[in-house]
């Protein structure tokens, strides 16, 4: 079965960059929806980016356009975050996650996603 496993987070400087990674272990990354999303305690999980199967449409989060960008390698077999411009309520849990049925704008709704990583805590200070 598929399991996803996230890396790259860490502490950084507001305008600082970071990557976020997720391996795709069991599975090939490209049957799949691939998407981040972030949660604080105490609050709701918010999507951040996703990606189609075929890698043809991102979506993204309006707080994020501009600053972060989703893709994958298939080498790797992994999915990745990378932030720009960071902000200091860009700080969160950042999780990965994989679904093989959303389509559209939905691909940014967590109840979507069947497969979630652990999460990679990522803390920006100004």
């Known amino acids: 079965q598929v399991h996803l496993r996230e890396s790259g987070g860490g502490s950084v400087q507001a305008g600082g960059s970071l990557r976020l990674s997720c391996f795709v272990s069991?599975?090939?990354?490209?049957?799949?929806?691939m998407a981040w999303f972030r949660q604080n305690p105490g609050k709701e999980r918010e999507g951040v980016a996703a990606m189609s199967p075929g890698g043809n449409t991102q979506y993204y989060a309006d707080s994020v356009k501009g600053r972060f960008t989703i893709f994958r390698d298939r080498d790797e077999n992994s999915a990745y975050l990378q932030m720009n411009d960071l902000m200091a309520n860009d700080t969160a849990m950042y999780y990965c996650?994989?679904?093989?049925?959303?389509?559209?704008?939905?691909?940014?709704?967590?109840?979507?996603?069947?497969?979630w990583g652990q999460g990679t805590q990522v803390t920006v200070s100004s």
């Open positions: 069991g599975d090939t990354v490209t049957r799949y929806a």
């Open positions: 996650a994989a679904t093989t049925w959303v389509t559209g704008p939905r691909a940014l709704s967590a109840p979507f996603y069947k497969t």
